[in-house]
């Protein structure tokens, strides 16, 4: 038997599977932070580049600051971040200065592991996103291969493709990803000896796989059976359902295995009350065990983006679109060559196949991301594309351009010119890929909340001795006072 680690990803991926990305606020990751430190995990996820966008799209809130109190409640626990090495918060291809400007805040904010996943494979992409992250002083880079099922996705093709990051000296380890649950413990038992034994020098230990299929607690279970030491989990109620399997009950399931798993249980219940009752009062959704869909293995959309598509099309008057939009992704999907169906191509996919039908013309009209795609911003497709469809993409003026490989001539002193010499790194960064007006709605709440409010007074006291102040609400009164330098 094992001796298996745990990774909590409830902060990020519990969130934006079942909350939207946007359930978690900064005040609550602060009052879960002190037991999640006490539960033992080999690392938390604290955010990816969404993360940081809801943020402050929604929240109005700094995300660095969040990253800060994080690690400052975290001491123990290393804290990680998850990307895609193709673009940050954009939907479009993000030019890799920015890349490193980001890399280097989240170091200097505490998070010292890195996921890189790349969903159509381009190794050579992420061998440059992870040595970037070692140049910058990540301490832990994780490479990342990403499982789908196509009549491409075979077992010879995986294992091409993780033999290509073995001679990476930057990468620490390589995981297996399951971001849609569709890895059963049967595939994982044929698949994985085959991806080990393309390795020399990196290690596979790690899986993360999603509850969707309702399979991922046994998936789990099978890859510490095989030796894999490292499974992802989350806290209730952000487990099940399309996030991941419960943490508590994972680490039971693992102990009576025979498995050993060094985890305080009792803290992850505290941290996952606390969350239970954050849910009830703001109205969240719980996640729950999903029964097996074999439909799912057909067309594979994520949850998310079904719920999203459904709210969509009822915005439209067109709900009875549904089904026909679902099964024509199914064809989109084929057409571009199989790509991966997670984010942001299962959005991309998703809005070509509501064009579709809407239409009534396959692709009368093509999405601007979708000429992207075939223009090969994001690496090359892992299958053959429909001729004509690669055509009629490529003769529109967006098609003609030069695809994007995320190298343009970009820098830190062309974003100072464009949005001031006096910003700091943190909000340059947050404007060079947001809209300004968000950016400026964030840095309003900051300067205007009660702890800015209150440290400004101290300032101000300090500045001026003898001054004498009194603010009061109700049956509150704040009084601040500072003796003049004469009675000191």
């Not at 093709?157 to 620490?172: G, M, Q, R, S, V």
Request: hydrophobic share 40%.
């Amino acid at each position: 038997m094992s001796d298996v680690s745990l990774v909590d990803v409830t902060i990020r991926d519990g969130n934006q599977s079942l909350w939207g990305a946007v359930g978690i606020t900064r005040r609550m990751v602060e009052a879960m932070a002190p037991d999640l430190d006490r539960v033992g995990y080999r690392a938390i996820e604290v955010a990816s580049s969404t993360l940081l966008a809801t943020s402050v799209r929604f929240h109005r809130e700094d995300p660095w600051e969040t990253l800060r109190a994080a690690k400052r409640l975290m001491p123990r626990t290393p804290l990680a971040f998850l990307t895609t090495g193709k673009r940050f918060i954009t939907f479009y291809r993000t030019p890799e200065a920015l890349f490193e400007l980001a890399f280097t805040l989240l170091v200097r904010n505490g998070v010292s592991r890195l996921w890189v996943v790349d969903p159509m494979h381009d190794m050579e992409g992420a061998k440059r996103m992870a040595e970037m992250a070692k140049r910058v002083g990540f301490t832990d880079v994780v490479a990342g291969i990403c499982y789908t099922t196509s009549p491409v996705h075979t077992d010879d093709y995986y294992a091409a493709k993780i033999a290509e990051l073995d001679a990476c000296a930057a990468i620490d380890s390589v995981y297996l990803k399951d971001p849609a649950g569709l890895l059963t413990p049967e595939r994982l038992r044929s698949l994985l000896p085959r991806l080990r034994s393309a390795l020399g020098r990196l290690r596979l230990d790690e899986i993360h796989s999603h509850a969707t299929t309702g399979l991922a607690p046994l998936t789990l279970l099978t890859a510490a059976d095989l030796g894999m030491t490292t499974l992802h989990c989350a806290l209730p109620p952000l487990a099940n359902g399309t996030s991941h399997p419960a943490g508590p009950q994972l680490a039971a399931n693992l102990r009576a295995r025979g498995h050993r798993v060094d985890v305080d249980v009792e803290a992850m219940r505290r941290a996952s009350a606390y969350l239970g009752r954050q849910a009830r009062t703001k109205r969240l959704p719980a996640g729950v065990p999903l029964e097996y869909d074999e439909a799912y293995y057909r067309h594979t959309i994520p949850g998310g983006v079904q719920s999203t598509l459904a709210r969509q099309l009822r915005e439209l008057g067109r709900p009875e679109l549904f089904d026909a939009v679902i099964e024509e992704s199914v064809g989109v999907r084929r057409d571009l060559g199989w790509p991966i169906v997670m984010t942001p191509f299962a959005q991309y996919i998703v809005t070509q196949a509501t064009l579709n039908v809407i239409t009534g013309e396959r692709y009368r009209q093509i999405g601007d991301e979708v000429v992207d795609l075939l223009r090969g911003d994001f690496g090359p497709l892992p299958g053959e594309v429909d001729q004509n469809l690669l055509d009629k993409a490529l003769s529109t003026r967006r098609g003609r351009l030069p695809a994007s490989d995320g190298r343009e001539e970009v820098t830190v002193a062309d974003l100072r010119r464009r949005f001031g010499q006096g910003l700091g790194e943190e909000e340059l960064l947050l404007r060079a890929v947001m809209p300004g007006e968000q950016v400026d709605a964030m840095v309003a709440a900051r300067r205007d909340s009660p702890v800015a409010v209150l440290k400004g007074l101290l300032r101000t006291a300090g500045e001026r001795p003898g001054l004498s102040l009194a603010v009061s609400s109700g049956t509150t009164k704040f009084t601040l006072e500072r003796a003049s330098e004469a009675a000191s």
